[in-house]
Structures are given as C-alpha cells and as structure tokens.
C-alpha cells in the first residue's frame, strides 16, 4: 500500500476475502477507512466518507431507477465502494446501475458467499491501524494550533499553510454566498458548497463543513486533498474548522473594538475636543490618511453601511437617524450604491482637521440630497452654496436677521411657512407647480408666501429681498435648521 493508505484495489488483493470488481474498476484507487454492513436504503446520514458498504440485498431496491439512485447517492456521500452478496437476498440488477457505476468509477464489488461480512471488516480495520495512528497524531497536532494562534499571534493564511501541511488537505473558506471569509484566504468554487447545512460532509476529494458561530454558521470550510499526501480525515478537518471559527470570533472581537474607538474619536472631533495631532494618531490607527472627507448618511441602517464598507478604513457614529461616516473620498461610491439612501459629502480636508465647516457641509448636502432624490450630493454641487460663509457664526447672523421671525412662527404654531417658500422658490415662483409638490392648494400656498413675506418684512416681489431670502434659505440648510 503506497503511503500507507488502504484503497479498494488493496482490498481485492487480500487473498482471503475473494473479492471480485462487477464493476467502476476505475475507481479502485480510492481510499478507505472502514468497511460496514448497512441494510438501510439511505445509510449516508451515518456515514462519515471513504467507507466500504456492505448488504446483503435488502437495501437494494428492485427497479432500474431506483437502484441508480442508490448507488449515486452512496458515491455523493463519499462511500468509497459498494460490496455485494453473490446471493442471499440480492434483486437482479439492472443496466443502469452498472452504468451508473463506471460513469462515476464507482466501484461495485462481489463478496462470495463463503466470505462473512464480519471478515471484511477485520481486514480493513487491521490494515488501516497505521493510518489510523497517523491520523490521531495529526488531530493532536492541530489541536496545537490553538497554540500557534494565541502565543506566536499568526495570521489566518499562515496558519492555515501550516494545518494543511499536518492535514494532507488544500483548504479554503467563505461565507454562505461564497464571498471571503477571512481576509487573505482563498474561497472555493461555489458550486460545491451545500444547500443545506444539515448535507452530508463528504463531497468527490474530500469535506464540506459549516464554520459555527453565534446565530447559525458564518459560512464554510472547504478541504480537498492534496495531490501526494495522506488524509488525516473527517476529524480533522473539522478541528480545522473550529480554529477557523476561533480565528473568525477574533477578527470580528478586533473590528467591534475599532468600530466602538472609531465612534467615540468621531464624537470627540465632532465636538473638536481633541488636539489635532492626537487625531492625526488615531486616524493614522484606523488607515485614514490623506484627503478626508465627512458624510452624514439617511435612509439606511449601519448594518448596510458596516457591510458596503467593511474593507474600506472609515469611522461611524450613529446619532439619531444620521450615520456620520469620516474616510476617504471613495467611501461616496459605496454608499451611493446603497439603496434609497441619501447622503451628504463634505469638500476634503487634512485627518486632524476641526470638523465644524465640514458637519455643515455634509449637513447642507445631505438635505439637498434628500430634496432631490440623488443618492449623494458633494457640497458645492449647487452654485448658491459656493457663496456661503464658512462660519457657522456668519450664517446664524444672516439666518436670524432676515428667517428669525418666519422660524419662531414656524414653531410656535406648527405651521409651514419656511418650507412652503423655499419650495415655490426652488420651482422657480412657479405657484400650482410648488403649491402641487406640497400638496395643497394654490390659494394656500399664496396665503403663506404673505404671511412669509410680512414676518421677515421681506417683500418677494423684490430681486433684492428675492436673493436675501434665498441666501438665508440656504444657510439655514446648511445650520440643519429646515425639513
């Protein structure tokens, strides 16, 4: 036996049981690990892979269709060779069931009458007694590899290298959908993964197991084995698969970390607490580097905003239904993919910046945002916002000189007036077309634009007063003091 592992081909060597191939002798270099005699028409629940099964007959059903289906579903759960009685309780076999057996190299043997069941077995099971030791000193050593992942502190790529080397597996991981699972990993091709967690293990060359976590399965382990080496077994792999499941409940333990630091730095340069060289620092820990820039995100769940970017450096701080995001510039193309969202794009500025005129930025684009329909919106888009004063203290004055009254109006009576002009100014003082937007009637709408033009002692038939009035519209967007 080449490398010490017993294969079908071996076991009709062995003298004393007589086997004989009926047919897939294409097959007889597969391994096997163990011989067993099922009368079950679908044994493979209870099967673990690389088994020789035996029967006498009664698991074999009658019909043509019904014993190919046997037979494939043997080979699917990765039963290395079917053994048959000559006579006992054995249904005539169709041509389809031979047929079935030599398009996978399945192979189907005969064990003569003379020869016990129970004799095939000790014939496995005493040749495979020196796999069997080489598989166990393979699970204590990747038992070891708990070892390596807390004391030598290795990366999942490493780490894995080293299991496959001790496994006699190529491994890859991925989640559900097939994407990566862990970074620097490959993932398998998709179509081997399981429609069902509950699907046997074994699968044409080696395992399929689900990589557990709180919840249900974060995703999959693959392993085939490797061209020369000799398979520790189910076992093993699935020890594999928990130090892949270890790996993954760090890497997610790290990211919550940063994500909850990354909140509260955002917080504090939100209220500029923080020394701009402190920032630099703790930007620099999070990779934000260079041209920066802040959004505030609506319409959407941080679940959707970790998850488009979750490979991008970027700090998030929820409060109330705003997401502010800091990051790079591209971080606006992820998150315009998202759907129905509405965001708001600051100009860039150097990491460690004040991030006062930035917040009113993205507060004044996000509105925009929203008011148009359009998933982004950079300040700036709109060219009456170019001419805005930077200081928040600037456009409170102008605000409050010419929108003062119309806002305490506005609250104190639950009334609509700042938003009713503001609408018929963005359709142009076109009154059905604006009074239609805000669904009410056109009489209405000219009963607020006077009521509008008497509290700020505007008169709206004047460019003068016009572009004053639209001015301060616009700061107030930016100040967040409109719908």
Known sequence: MADNKLTVGDLLSFPALQLSVKAGSAGLDRSVSWAHASELADPTPWLMGAEVIMTAGLAVPRTAAGQRAYLERLDDAGVSALALSAQLHMPPLHDAFFQAAEERGFPVLEVPLAVPFIAVAQEVAAAAQEDARHRLGAQLQVFGALRWLVAEDLDMPTLLRRLEALSGYDVYLCTPQGHPLLPGVPVPDRAVLPASIDAPPTVPGGFVLPVPAPGGPAGFLVAYERQGAQPAGLAVVQHIATVAALRLAMVRNERETLRREGAETLAELLQEVL??????????????????????????????????????????????????????????????????????????????????????????????????????????????????????????????????????YDEAHDSRLLVSARTWMERDRRTETAAAALHIHPNTLAYRLRRFGALADRDLTSTEALAEVWLAIQAAGALGLTD
């Not at 109330?320 to 509405?342: N, Q, T």
């Not at 917040?359 to 009456?384: I, N």
């Open 275 to 408: 020394d701009p060289e402190v920032a630099r620092r703790r930007l620099a820990r999070h990779a934000i580097e260079g041209d920066t820039v802040l959004l505030v995100v609506r319409h959407t769940t941080d679940e959707a905003l970790l998850s488009c970017l979750q490979d991008q450096p970027h700090l998030l701080l929820t409060r109330g239904e705003d997401r502010y995001v800091l990051g790079a510039p591209e971080l606006a193309a992820a998150i315009g993919g998202l759907p129905a969202v509405a965001a708001g794009i600051s100009r860039p500025f150097r990491p460690g910046a004040a991030l006062k005129v930035a917040q009113r930025e993205a507060l004044w684009a996000v509105g925009k945002a929203v008011e148009s329909g359009r998933p982004v919106v950079h300040y700036g888009d709109d060219s009456t916002g170019r001419w805005l004063p930077d200081d928040p203290a600037a456009l409170a004055a102008l605000v409050e000189h010419v929108l003062g009254e119309v806002l305490r």
